[in-house]
């Protein structure tokens, strides 16, 4: 049973132009969410989180919106650049701590052509 | 400041084998998780030492173990080797104090 659903394997995209990368999730228990970036043979990077007394985050280039009632977030990235092309993995977590298990959604692959 | 390491960063073993990974945390970091990632799929948590003592453990079956030094790195041990286990192991650090996750490389274990 998948908690953490990102069901767009991939997604392309004009260099400049917005990307919207859209995550899902079933545990009402989430109030911590994040979203990493993977280059091959690298580990997960964080890029930007959101609360859920929240429900939009900036950061730059980076934004993400938390819908709560819906259980939907997404990020948002604009404008998008080739160096963006990564997989990115959206997580979840039911609370704060800095050691807080994180469940992760199957990632979507961004591509950002020039 | 240094990061998350990992060693090896690839490894090949037969089924029925054990095998050792290593994880040496970030410096000011007490805390060390693991992660299993296979082909297509998300990270999926094994379990967290903290403190040298296990602080949680996800749906892996016993012959996942694990040990966390007094330096706070860290060991990852699976016995009995299956085909499902070759996957990327990731193992990531992280402070009470500081917060977020930082991650290693990674170690990409392939059972033949």
């Known amino acids: 049973d998948q908690q953490v659903k990102q069901n767009s394997p991939s997604l392309s995209v004009q260099e400049g132009r917005i990307s919207i990368l859209n995550c899902d999730y079933t545990?009402?228990?989430?109030?911590?969410f994040l979203w990493y970036k993977k280059y091959p043979a690298e580990g997960p990077t964080f890029l930007i989180s959101?609360?859920?007394?929240?429900d939009k985050n900036e950061d730059g280039r980076f934004t993400v919106f938390l819908n709560k009632s819906a259980k939907h977030l997404s990020l948002h990235i604009v404008p998008s650049q080739p160096g963006d092309s990564a997989v990115y993995f959206c997580?979840?977590?039911?609370?704060?701590?800095?050691?807080?298990?994180?469940?992760f959604g199957k990632g979507i692959t961004l591509s950002v052509r020039p | 400041e240094t990061g998350v390491t990992q060693s090896p960063t690839h490894l090949i073993k037969t089924r029925g084998q054990q095998v050792t990974l290593r994880c040496s945390s970030q410096?000011?970091?007490?805390?060390v998780s693991w992660y299993q990632q296979a082909l297509g799929q998300g990270p999926q948590f094994i379990f967290q030492?903290?403190?040298?003592?296990?602080?949680g453990r996800g749906n892996f079956p016993p012959r996942f173990s694990g040990l966390q030094f007094p330096n706070y790195s860290s060991e990852l041990n699976v016995n009995a080797l299956e085909l499902d286990d070759s996957a990327l192991y990731l193992c990531?650090?992280?402070?009470?104090?500081?917060?977020?996750?930082?991650f290693g490389s990674g170690t990409r274990l392939t059972v033949v």
């Open positions: 990531a650090s992280s402070s009470p104090r500081v917060g977020g996750y930082t």
């Open positions: 410096s000011g970091h007490n805390t």
């Open positions: 959101i609360s859920s007394i929240k």
């Open positions: 030492y903290y403190r040298e003592e296990e602080n």
């Open positions: 545990n009402s228990m989430f109030d911590y």
């Open positions: 997580a979840a977590s039911a609370y704060t701590g800095a050691n807080s298990k994180l469940t």
